[in-house]
């Protein structure tokens, strides 16, 4: 048995899903007492046959950004913990070195129980932000985290530290791209982040029923491309590819490539002309 007292809050924000909790089937039973299902007010009944902790978000159809900022705003300026905001439909991984490679295994109780101990440790030494990275792209250079990196399907704060700049973020100016958003807006402010890859997560497919599935299509994607690039354009670069499979096959997709070191590194640059002037 675990002592999960002081350990971190996990929140999993879901719409549509609540018959298929892939994320909260994932954890380990000892954990769950630490874990919020985050949900609109229509859903808050069925929620509540599902699991004892319910979070009820400002109102129905939202949106995910709305939900992050909500979120956000209850468990960083309110409650001022540590939390770990997870899409609805994870699974965890560890990766284990072998030679000039990594070997993806099943995340075991005990190793998860030392994801949350070690990520906890980052918060208390002053980190804002970070997560776990995906399975997508995992070289041995990645191995056990890399900063100031991407962050998307999950995020973890301080939330005391969050409080203190949480009026100045935009949480809701990129939909569809939020966690790309904040996450520029944080490293372009000097609040650098931890990207686990000892420790990765698995996604869903990203069409699956239910969740952003219900009002994300092409335009909707390409629209928070554009829209990141505008708010961020030294840093964010735009790509068209035609798809060639899938739900968008033939139609014409943007993706981003995002320089976030280089977002960091400009933060750095001007704490300097700061300080000389």
């Not at 509540?48 to 400002?58: A, N």
């Not at 949350?116 to 990275?133: C, F, N, P, R």
């Not at 000097?190 to 890859?197: P, T």
């Not at 708010?231 to 499979?245: A, D």
Request: hydrophobic share 35%; proline share 3%.
């Amino acid at each position: 048995m675990w002592n999960i007292t002081n350990m971190i809050d996990i929140v999993i924000p879901t719409f549509k899903r609540l018959n298929s909790q892939i994320t909260l089937s994932n954890i380990p039973k000892d954990f769950l007492d630490n874990v919020t299902l985050a949900v609109q007010p229509q859903e808050e009944l069925q929620a509540k046959k599902i699991h004892h902790k319910i979070f009820v978000v400002s109102g129905d159809n939202i949106g995910v950004a709305n939900t992050i900022r909500d979120i956000t705003y209850e468990f960083g300026v309110n409650r001022k913990c540590n939390f770990w905001i997870m899409d609805d439909d994870l699974s965890f991984l560890q990766n284990v070195p072998i030679g000039d490679k990594l070997k993806k295994e099943s995340l075991t109780e005990k190793s998860f129980f030392d994801m949350i101990t070690e990520t906890d440790k980052w918060l208390s030494e002053g980190l804002v932000h970070g997560a776990i990275g995906t399975t997508w792209n995992n070289p041995l250079g990645k191995y056990p985290y890399i900063e100031n990196s991407r962050i998307m399907t999950n995020k973890f704060y301080n939330g005391v530290k969050l409080s203190q700049v949480w009026n100045e973020i935009d949480w809701t100016g990129c939909c569809g791209a939020e966690d790309f958003y904040v996450n520029l807006q944080l490293l372009t402010k000097g609040m650098s982040n931890k990207v686990w890859y000892k420790y990765v997560v698995a996604p869903s497919d990203t069409n699956t029923e239910g969740g952003c599935s219900e009002y994300r299509d092409i335009e909707y994607h390409n629209k928070s491309m554009r829209d990141l690039h505008s708010k961020f354009p030294q840093y964010v670069i735009l790509k068209e590819k035609k798809q060639k499979s899938g739900p968008w096959k033939d139609m014409t997709k943007l993706s981003a490539t995002i320089s976030w070191k280089k977002a960091y590194q400009s933060s750095q640059i001007n704490t300097l002309e700061e300080f000389f002037s």
